[in-house]
Structures are given as structure tokens and as C-alpha cells.
């Protein structure tokens, strides 16, 4: 059974960080493009930031580009997310995916993505 299992969310003061981790089990995902995405309460889930398969491309969104990087340890079977200079308006639960096919780039859309994790909530405050 194919788990994806996110952590180290939690409660910050604005200008703060964290690292969420996102490790999987089941299977290996080293071949397959990875992205973080997050929810803010009544909004629609949205991209943050994805990395293709080896690791050498990696987008982000706007809003958190140069705030934040996304990393993975293929041999620990875990993507990264690290979150620095926090905003209010980051606080959102962050959710990891895994792409639907495999060598990908890590696509924008959620639809490309096919294993979920649960999420992980971030409240960063005022």
C-alpha cells in the first residue's frame, strides 16, 4: 500500500520557517516528478512547488518564490519543502504528490498528480 506522509508543519510567528518533509512508502519514487501544494480554508487547493524526477528542475509559485525550495533525497524516498520568511498568508495545510507518470519535470497542475498525501497544517501568525 502506497503511503505519502507529510510533517513538521506547525504554528509560526510571521518571518519564520519550517521544513516539511514528505516521505513515502510502498514503493520507490525516484523516477517520478514530486510537488508540494496547499489549501487555505474556503479556497481551492494550489500549486507551491514541484521538482522533477532527478532533482535538476524545480518551479514554484509566485507568491513563494525565494521563500521557499524544494529538495529531494531520492535514497530516503523523501521530497522537502523549506519555508522561510513566512506570511500569514501561508498558512494553508500543504499537501505532497507524486506525479502520474514517471521522468517528469513536476507539472503545475494537480491533475498530473496521482498519490496524495494527507496534509499537514501551517499556521503562521501575525
Known amino acids: 500500500q502506497v503511503q505519502l506522509v507529510e510533517s513538521g508543519g506547525g504554528l509560526v510567528q510571521a518571518g519564520g520557517s519550517l521544513r516539511l518533509s514528505c516521505t513515502a512508502s510502498?514503493?520507490?519514487?525516484?523516477?517520478?516528478?514530486m510537488g508540494w501544494f496547499r489549501q487555505a480554508p474556503g479556497k481551492e487547493r494550489v500549486f507551491v512547488a514541484a521538482?522533477?524526477?532527478?532533482?535538476?528542475?524545480?518551479s514554484y509559485a509566485d507568491s513563494v518564490k525565494g521563500r521557499f525550495t524544494i529538495s529531494r533525497d531520492n535514497a530516503k524516498n523523501t521530497v522537502y519543502l523549506q519555508m522561510n520568511s513566512l506570511k500569514p498568508k501561508d498558512t494553508a495545510v500543504y499537501y505532497c504528490?507524486?506525479?502520474?507518470?514517471?521522468?517528469?519535470?513536476?507539472?503545475?497542475?494537480?491533475?498530473?498528480?496521482?498519490?496524495w498525501g494527507q496534509g499537514t497544517q501551517v499556521t503562521v501568525s501575525s
Open positions: 521538482i522533477s524526477w532527478r532533482g535538476g528542475t524545480t
Open positions: 504528490a507524486v506525479e502520474r507518470m514517471p521522468y517528469g519535470s513536476g507539472s503545475r497542475e494537480a491533475g498530473n498528480y496521482y498519490y
Open positions: 510502498g514503493r520507490t519514487f525516484s523516477t517520478y516528478g
